[in-house]
Nanobody
Framework: QVQLVESGGGLVQPGGSLRLSCAVS????????RGWYRQAPGKQRELVAT??????????NYADSVKGRFTISRDFAKNTVYLQMNSLTPEDTAVYYC???????????????WGQGTQVTVSS
């Protein structure tokens, strides 16, 4: 099965930085995209950032609320996707979930796979 394990969350002061990591393992035929989502208390899960597998560098997409502050990247050798978060604010407090859209068998549809989530708390 496909497994995603997030790490790097924790408590940070406003203006601080964190880098989240997501290690992907399992029998995967291909990956269409990787991404990070978050869910704040009392709110629905929302997209934070995604990166596609096309080209040499891929294509990124960010939520308006994190543009210029967050950066998503990938390391193929380590099968890991990262989310660098800078200039954090209390509004960034949420559980962050790693996501991959992948297929495990050729000619099948892509499915979404999720990590268990890692808590990010921004507070003074």
């Amino acid at each position: 099965q496909v497994q995603l394990v997030e790490s790097g969350g924790g408590l940070v002061q406003p203006g601080g930085s964190l880098r989240l990591s997501c290690a992907v393992s399992g029998s995967i035929f291909s990956i269409n995209s990787r991404g990070w989502y978050r869910q704040a208390p009392g709110k629905q899960r929302e997209l934070v950032a995604t990166i596609t597998t096309d080209g040499s560098d891929g294509s990124t997409n960010y939520a308006d609320s994190v543009k210029g502050r967050f950066t998503i990247s990938r390391d193929f050798a380590k099968n890991t996707v990262y989310l660098q978060m800078n200039s954090l604010t209390p509004e960034d407090t949420a559980v962050y979930y790693c996501n991959v859209r992948a297929r495990i068998i050729r000619w099948t549809t892509y499915n979404d796979y999720w990590g268990q989530g890692t808590q990010v708390t921004v507070s003074s």
